[in-house]
């Protein structure tokens, strides 16, 4: 019950975040001869952002789990401020 009331207490102090990170997808050759990257995005509902480069990236989610990403390539990301 404590761990509970504490979690609400410290939610009205403590921003939310919801970040998009646009991993590369496959490589599609079109037609004409061109070629077309898709991207697939990922989720994360985190407390904490940290953006160390436009490579690496450490979250700390809303459950506690820190998540740190790094990539070979820059990725494109999306920070959204939920509260």
């Known amino acids: 019950m404590w ?3 504490w979690n609400w207490f410290t939610g009205l102090f403590i921003d939310e975040f919801m970040v ?3 991993f590369p997808g496959e ?4 037609p004409d001869g061109k070629k077309k990257q898709t991207y697939n995005p990922k989720e994360f509902h985190c407390k904490r952002v940290k953006i160390l480069s436009e ?9 506690g789990q820190v998540v740190q990403i790094k990539t070979v390539e820059p990725v494109g990301f999306d920070v959204t401020k939920i509260r």
């Open 20 to 22: 998009t990170i646009y």
């Open 27 to 30: 490589i599609i050759e079109l």
């Open 55 to 63: 490579t690496e990236f450490r979250l700390c989610k809303v459950d």
């Open 3 to 5: 761990k509970r009331l």
